[in-house]
């Protein structure tokens, strides 16, 4: 059983930082992609960054060159720093692992989300 657990959100006042983590746990053979989405009230969820094994990236327009994705060096681990934040970035986020192999099943590709945390950026 695999499962994502994230960390690091909270209320925040606007231009200040959080630094979200994820961390999936269970018998992991490896993960292709892991990211984070959000989805405010009313909205859709949208995709934020994503991040492959090889350190590819992408962003959404919105957020470039304020929040910086990384993964940890056992890669299975997510980070999202995010600096700068506005009231617009207010949403539940959502730790996502893309192309997901355990041992028992090296073959078998899966995705997984995580519960979701959630950022208040407000005055």
């Known amino acids: 059983q695999v499962q994502l657990v994230e960390s690091g959100g909270g209320l925040v006042q606007p231009g200040g930082s959080l630094r979200l983590s994820c961390a999936a746990s269970?018998?992991?053979?490896?993960?292709?992609?892991m990211g984070w989405y959000r989805q405010a009230p009313g909205k859709e969820r949208e995709l934020v960054a994503i991040?492959?094994?090889?350190?590819?990236?992408n962003y959404l327009d919105s957020v470039k060159g304020r929040f910086a994705i990384s993964r940890g060096d056992a890669k299975n681990t997510v980070s999202l720093q995010m600096n700068n934040l506005k009231p617009e970035d207010t949403a539940v986020y959502y730790c996502?692992?893309?192309?997901?192999?355990?041992?028992?099943?090296?073959?078998?590709?899966?995705?997984?989300w995580g519960k979701g945390t959630l950022v208040t950026v407000s005055s």
């Open positions: 269970g018998s992991i053979f490896s993960i292709n992609v």
């Open positions: 996502n692992a893309r192309g997901v192999t355990t041992i028992a099943r090296p073959d078998s590709a899966m995705d997984y």
């Open positions: 991040i492959t094994t090889l350190g590819s990236t």
